[in-house]
């Protein structure tokens, strides 16, 4: 027991000791906060040159729904400080968010000489969500993650215009985000395609080839008995097993007949199982009686 | 001279055994119907192609087997003496009865 005592004292020591240290690093890091200046708002023509030139000064929104033309941009520049001097964050970013649609698209902070350029227009939001022209939400995001605190500074929202081309009807793909794709957008069933049935020859044709294709069998039936000297004389030897065997192979060709006209393989299997173990029964009693006769007569 | 060979090859034909007689009659029947399934697709076309396949490989399976089945039972050759005729036919059923199954599976 004296040692547990012992073990759980030492706990509580090291407890307070972390805490205090824990509070010192907090009391350090509140020192070095993040702030921008000198931000500065361009809307630009289609020529490039400024339509209107606006200062804003955080945390005042300065965009009172300005229209951003076809053409133009949307331009930001500013600077950024911690605690009190020039500081390279790990993001610079501009939001534009629909207000139609709740989606968003971003553009990129530039470091040029000391600060931060940012531009985003119609082409560029249309190649992030689809095309929706309308009011946007601008808001710029500065960002690290040595500070505890980002920036977030709602500039006011601006309305997008898409050029004429672009407002041309549509299919409705035209916002490209999974989560706003129709819910019944489902591709159509894939059906296998059977071979279209090509021109079939006039029904003689097939049946003089179905004919001809029966004489080699005719052939062989006149001409075995007669020329061969075939006979039945090993009848005799197992005349039962004999007729046993032959009736088993002419029900077998009939199970085949039937399984082409109207049974599935899952029915035939058993059957011709079935059949199968009829004729080797009935076919080894016959063939071991040829077999003793044959070796008799030898 | 074709005269001549063709009388000899038929008087040694006729000393062949009945059963082998029997099944080169066969032989010559897959043979023929192969030939004039063969000629039906080159004339018509091939448009139910799996019947086609179907009885142009029935005949080919079955001349295949029916020559193992000859070289079994020839008392000429000696190759499978131990295999009784008997055995070699049996063998021959089972074959015949399993490509037939396929045969007419494939047909549809």
């Not at chain 1, 109207?262 to 199982?273: D, E, I, R, S």
């Not at chain 2, 066969?26 to 004039?36: I, R």
């Not at chain 2, 142009?56 to 000696?78: E, H, I, W, Y």
Request: glycine residues 8%; positive net charge.
């Amino acid at each position: 027991m004296a040692f547990l005592r012992w073990a759980l004292a030492a706990l509580v020591v090291q407890a307070a000791v972390f805490s205090v240290i824990a509070q010192d690093a907090e009391q350090a890091q509140v020192v070095a906060e993040l702030s921008i200046s000198d931000v500065k708002v361009v809307i630009k023509g289609a020529d490039g040159s400024a339509i209107s030139t606006l200062t804003g000064t955080y945390p005042k929104a300065v965009l009172a729904n300005p229209q951003v033309p076809a053409a133009g941009s949307l331009d930001v520049s500013l600077s950024v400080k911690k605690g009190g001097e020039s500081f390279k964050p790990q993001q610079v970013m501009l939001m534009l968010k629909s207000k139609s649609l709740g989606l968003a698209a971003y553009a990129v902070g530039k470091l040029k000489s000391g600060s931060y350029s940012l531009s985003i227009n119609a082409a560029a939001v249309e190649k992030q969500i689809g095309k929706a022209a309308g009011e946007y939400e601008a808001t710029l995001l500065v960002g690290d993650p040595s500070t505890p605190k980002g920036i977030s500074y709602a500039l006011g929202t601006a309305e997008l215009l898409f050029s004429g081309a672009s407002n041309a009807p549509e299919p409705a793909a035209a916002v490209r985000t999974a989560k706003f794709q129709p819910a019944n957008n489902v591709k159509p069933d894939i059906t296998h395609i059977f071979r279209a049935p090509e021109k079939r020859p006039p029904a003689i044709v097939s049946l003089v080839f179905a004919g001809l294709a029966l004489v080699p069998l005719a052939i062989v039936i006149l001409y075995v008995p007669l020329a061969t000297g075939v006979n039945f004389k090993a009848w005799s030897a197992a005349p039962l097993a004999a007729l046993l065997f032959h009736g088993g192979l002419a029900a077998m060709l009939l199970l085949y007949l039937l399984f082409w006209l109207k049974l599935n393989l899952a029915q035939t299997l058993p059957l011709a199982g079935a059949g199968g173990l009829f004729v080797a029964g009935s076919g080894y009693m016959l063939l071991s009686a040829l077999s003793t006769q044959r070796l008799k007569k030898d | 001279m074709l005269a001549e060979i063709v009388k000899a090859f038929s008087d040694e034909y006729k000393k062949t055994p009945v059963r082998v007689k029997v099944l080169d009659a066969f032989l010559v029947y897959a043979l023929a119907t192969a030939a004039v399934q063969f000629a039906y697709m080159l004339l018509v076309g091939t448009f139910p192609f799996n019947a086609f396949l179907a009885g142009f490989l029935s005949c080919v399976g079955f001349f295949a087997l029916t020559v193992c089945l000859r070289m079994q039972v020839d008392p000429a050759n000696k190759e499978f003496s131990g295999i009784s005729p008997e055995r070699a036919f049996a063998d021959y059923c089972l074959a015949n009865l399993v490509l037939h199954l396929v045969v007419w599976n494939y047909m549809g």
